[in-house]
């Protein structure tokens, strides 16, 4: 069961950290990634990590701005989001996939199979 929170409400250029954590499971062999879905829109992959932690992904939108790491002791991937805007807002989720490659993480939704409830994000011009 995966567990998304930190979400809230925060103006322009501000921050939030949003973190996923695992129970039930160890975490530290799943790749994750966070996906986001804004009002009417599609639900769009926005970062990702590899259970190494070596690997990861940002969509370009965010590059610069959000940073994605994981500690695995703890069983917890984060989201830090910094410089927000108003188009940052949406449901933020997080998911989860077991692979054995070290360096792995997908983009795709389809390819994660837990995923955590969504914790909404609003950014307020």
């Known amino acids: 069961q995966l567990q998304a929170s930190g979400g809230g409400l925060v103006q322009a250029g501000g921050s939030l950290r949003l973190s996923c954590a695992a129970s039930?499971?160890?975490?530290?062999?799943?790749?994750v990634g966070w996906f986001r879905q804004a009002p009417g829109k599609e639900r769009e992959s926005v970062a990702a990590?590899?259970?190494?932690?070596?690997?990861?992904y940002y969509v370009d939108s965010v590059k610069g701005r959000f940073t994605i790491s994981r500690d695995n002791a703890k069983n917890s991937v984060y989201l830090q989001m910094n410089s927000l805007k108003p188009e940052d807002t949406a449901v933020y989720y997080c998911?989860?996939?077991?692979?054995?490659?070290?360096?792995?993480?997908?983009?795709?939704?389809?390819?994660?199979?837990?995923w955590g409830q969504g914790t909404l994000v609003t950014v307020s011009s």
């Open positions: 039930g499971r160890t975490f530290s062999r799943y790749a």
């Open positions: 998911a989860a996939d077991v692979h054995y490659s070290s360096s792995y993480y997908s983009t795709k939704a389809a390819s994660y199979e837990y």
């Open positions: 990590i590899s259970w190494s932690g070596g690997s990861t």
